[in-house]
């Protein structure tokens, strides 16, 4: 068992995708809200029973020798030691604190350790994939819910508008909700799903970008996904055949006709003269952020300041920051480097183009039933790589659990790849995927 992993699983287990999509709605604090409890409460106390849960797991993982067989799967602990050795340098060197006051700031980033939990359970990359497309559409349902009056304990999500000050918008499980936003759009392009479920996603993926235009109002999502549209298409082998390719190109045209006039409001954002300036569009403000957190990176010399006390009371860069008006995560994958140095930054990098590439490949690569969710995570992290303030799923307190999924199914990915690599010519064309034994390939993981 040590030089082999089993693959037995081809369908989607319902009990795994609702698993997932239950640990992702604990993330984002929905079922603290919707409880009525103490948030930060919920939060600790179910991260304490996950974190045994994925501690009993990894230890399991070893034990049949998939970790050794498949290094990739050390690469959440890796983080979360990176994390921990950065902090305490940064505030024993830099920022001279008390331990007290900093290494139970670190709970934060124990999501990432539930890769291991559900390998265990043997979820695939379709179990995940499934799991948020399901978080997202639960999203836009409370979105719905939220701006339908139904549901006035998600006040706590509302954000301000960049339209004015009188009107509100909603932001609930941001990536999530992008993430499904695309995943539908390549499901109504896949040739694996009768005519009544393509309609039925087309339906959804309708009320999902109008609520992308109307209440989520992201300026950096809606490139995203218009990119990640693009990409899905060109990964899609059918796109290149004749009637696809004239059908699409008429949708296209549509598109082009019909999305000036959705997009009015943001297109006339940009004849304003004073875009780049205006801290009410965010825009002015993300430079800032930028140069406020740039000299303390420098004053570490590249090694980052790391995580500080939770409670924001004490020693804490961020949230003294925050104080100012100067929103951490709008650094993006800068955040990544400045909070965590040369080696969270290069980590966070590294993981990201491994969602690319793997994306592509098995876009190219996998069966019909697999390809589809590969070409959803290429087009994603490309979109998001081609914003002005880059995605960064891996080092951010509020989106390392989605980051942590996003390993699991880099690693699942990886390892059907390497199968495909030792079992079929380069330029084979895919088979079936098969049942049974994927042999290990000394030193890859």
């Not at 190109?249 to 940009?270: D, G, N, R, S, W």
Request: with cysteine.
């Amino acid at each position: 068992m040590a030089q082999t992993m089993l693959f037995d699983r081809t369908g989607v287990s319902l009990w795994r995708v609702a698993l997932v999509t239950f640990l992702t709605l604990f993330h984002n604090e929905l079922l603290a809200v919707f409880l009525g409890m103490d948030e930060v409460m919920v939060r600790q106390g179910g991260l304490a029973v996950l974190t045994m849960l994925s501690l009993g797991a990894f230890a399991v993982l070893v034990w049949r020798g998939m970790v050794f067989a498949h290094p990739f799967l050390l690469w959440p602990l890796g983080l979360l030691v990176l994390f921990l050795v950065v902090s305490l340098f940064a505030n024993t060197v830099f920022f001279p604190k008390p331990l007290s006051h900093w290494l139970a700031a670190h709970y934060v980033y124990l999501p990432v350790l539930q890769v291991y939990l559900l390998v265990a359970l043997r979820c695939t990359a379709k179990d995940v994939v499934w799991g948020l497309i399901a978080a997202g559409v639960i999203a836009a349902a409370l979105m719905i819910g939220y701006e339908a009056g139904a549901l006035p304990m998600l006040r706590s999500f509302v954000r301000r508008s960049i339209f004015g000050q009188d009107v509100a918008r909603i932001v609930i499980m941001k990536y999530e909700f992008f993430f499904a936003s695309l995943a539908l759009f390549v499901l109504v392009l896949s040739s694996r799903m009768g005519p009544g479920w393509k309609a039925g996603a087309l339906a959804v993926l309708g009320v999902c970008l109008a609520l992308q235009v109307q209440l989520v109002q992201s300026r950096q999502g809606l490139i995203a996904m218009a990119v990640g549209v693009a990409v899905a298409l060109l990964l899609d082998r059918q796109t290149f055949q004749f009637r696809p390719f004239l059908v699409r190109a008429a949708m296209a045209l549509c598109a082009i006709v019909v999305l000036p006039v959705l997009l009015e409001p943001y297109i006339a954002l940009l004849a304003r003269d004073d875009l780049m300036e205006s801290r009410e569009l965010n825009v002015a403000i993300r430079f800032e952020t930028f140069f406020h957190y740039l000299p303390i990176f420098l004053d570490t010399g590249g090694v980052g300041f790391g995580m500080s006390a939770p409670s924001g009371r004490i020693n804490n860069i961020i949230a003294a920051s925050l104080a100012q008006h100067v929103n951490f995560t709008d650094l993006g994958l800068y955040g990544a480097l400045f909070q965590f140095g040369v080696l969270g930054g290069g980590a966070a990098v590294y993981l990201t183009f491994q969602a690319v590439k793997v994306g592509i490949g098995g876009a190219r690569r996998f069966d019909a039933d697999e390809r589809w969710c590969a070409a959803v995570m290429a087009g994603y992290f490309v979109g998001w790589l081609c914003v002005p303030v880059p995605i960064n799923a891996f080092t951010f307190t509020s989106s390392i659990h989605f980051g942590s999924l996003v390993i699991l199914v880099i690693w699942h990915m990886r390892a059907h790849l390497r199968f495909l690599a030792l079992t079929r010519p380069a330029a084979g064309e895919p088979a079936a995927h098969p049942n049974g034994v994927v042999p290990a390939a000394p030193g890859v993981g």
